[in-house]
Nanobody, 119 residues
Framework: QVQLVESGGGLVQAGGSLRLSCVVI????????MGWYRQAPGKQRELVAD???????NYSDSVKGRFIISRDTAKNTVYLQMTSLRPEDTAVYYC?????????????WGQGTQVTVSS
């Protein structure tokens, strides 16, 4: 009964900024990697950025230098600070986490939050 809840999506003009948040709710031992993915209509879901428990980050080439992923371990929360947004960033953004629950590795997804960037 682990849930991932995203927030922070919305409508913004090109060049603007948004900050997405995702909190993991449930009884877990630890969280390994957390990441943000996005999916535009008619396209496959793609990785935007992820971050390991050690703090190592990985970014899609299309967002490098514009987005920053971070996490607050104590709050079981991951963030995505998005700046210099472009219309092509428009998509539903999904939070993902793999974690340990009762000595088992599990994975879960959030419900998604819409990000729309206008010209």
């Amino acid at each position: 009964q682990v849930q991932l809840v995203e927030s922070g999506g919305g409508l913004v003009q090109a060049g603007g900024s948004l900050r997405l948040s995702c909190v993991v709710i449930g009884r877990i031992s630890s969280i390994n990697t957390m990441g943000w993915y996005r999916q535009a209509p008619g396209k496959q879901r793609e990785l935007v950025a992820d971050i390991t428990s050690a703090g190592s980050t990985n970014y899609s080439d299309s967002v490098k230098g514009r987005f920053i992923i971070s996490r607050d371990t104590a709050k079981n929360t991951v963030y995505l600070q998005m700046t210099s947004l472009r219309p092509e960033d428009t998509a539903v953004y999904y939070c993902n986490a793999d974690f340990i629950q009762r000595l088992s590795r599990r994975e879960s997804w959030g419900q998604g939050t819409q990000v729309t960037v206008s010209s």
